[in-house]
């Protein structure tokens, strides 16, 4: 499974929007980024998936570019229930069985 | 419709015991994840069970066992205690194991060891 690397914390303004940048340059052709996110005490929860180019649905968007190393989610106009730890996952659709590798993950702060 | 149930929510336990962690998957899913989180070492894979057979194992001792049952729910076990075990245990339901869709994780058990 690709290796990811995401900043250990970000501070952020509610109102403001919040890109977080992971990069996975030895992602695989039949890989999947997968965005989670996790609050304390709870067990992570699925927000974003995509493979190329660009995913939006109502939580967040992702920003893929044409060589795949690095995606970028993005969260609009954050609020203070934003505050949580994101995961960047890179893994293969379609695979047999989940052994998914959980990186460090980025600590989003979002101040008043 | 109803999430990944996991119970019981908080336990403490010594050195030493054994102890039985539940999780009741999604309606439908066949495949159960089991993880262990802890400060320094993150989100961890345990293992995977999927129609009752463990198909995916992480690095752990065999103290750390599971099992899942015809109605997909799935047991965890920790034996011999150690204070490093205490975590908070997640499990995550998905319908057939991949990551398709994400996964659906449950709140977590979070295990105390003294």
């Known amino acids: 499974l690709a290796k990811t690397t995401q900043p250990i914390s970000m501070d952020s303004y509610e109102g403001q929007e919040v890109n977080i940048t992971c990069s996975h340059n030895n992602i695989a052709t039949n890989d999947y980024i997968t965005w989670y996110q996790q609050f304390p005490s709870q067990g992570p929860r699925f927000i974003i998936q995509g493979y190329k180019t660009k995913v939006t649905n109502e939580v967040a968007s992702l920003f893929i570019p044409a060589d795949r190393k690095s995606s970028t989610l993005s969260l609009p106009r954050v609020s203070l229930s934003d505050t949580a730890v994101y995961y960047c996952?890179?893994?293969?659709?379609?695979?047999?069985?989940?052994?998914?590798?959980f990186g460090g993950g980025t600590r989003v702060l979002v101040k008043p | 419709k109803a999430g990944v149930t996991q119970t019981p929510r908080y336990l403490i336990k010594t050195r030493g015991q054994q102890v039985t962690l539940s999780c009741s998957p999604i309606?439908?899913?066949?495949?159960v994840s089991w993880y262990q989180q802890t400060p320094g070492q993150g989100l961890q894979f345990l293992f995977e069970?999927?129609?009752?057979?463990?198909?995916n194992k992480g690095n752990f001792p065999g103290r750390f066992s599971g099992r899942q049952f015809s109605n997909s729910r799935s047991e965890m076990n920790v034996s011999t205690l150690e204070l490093g075990d205490s975590a908070l245990y997640l499990c995550?339901?998905?319908?057939?194991?991949?990551?398709?869709?994400?996964?659906?994780f449950g709140s977590g058990t979070r295990l105390t060891v003294v």
């Open positions: 995550a339901s998905s319908p057939d194991g991949s990551q398709d869709y994400g996964y659906t």
């Open positions: 309606s439908g899913h066949r495949s």
């Open positions: 069970y999927f129609s009752e057979t463990q198909r």
């Open positions: 996952l890179v893994a293969p659709q379609g695979a047999a069985g989940n052994k998914l590798t």
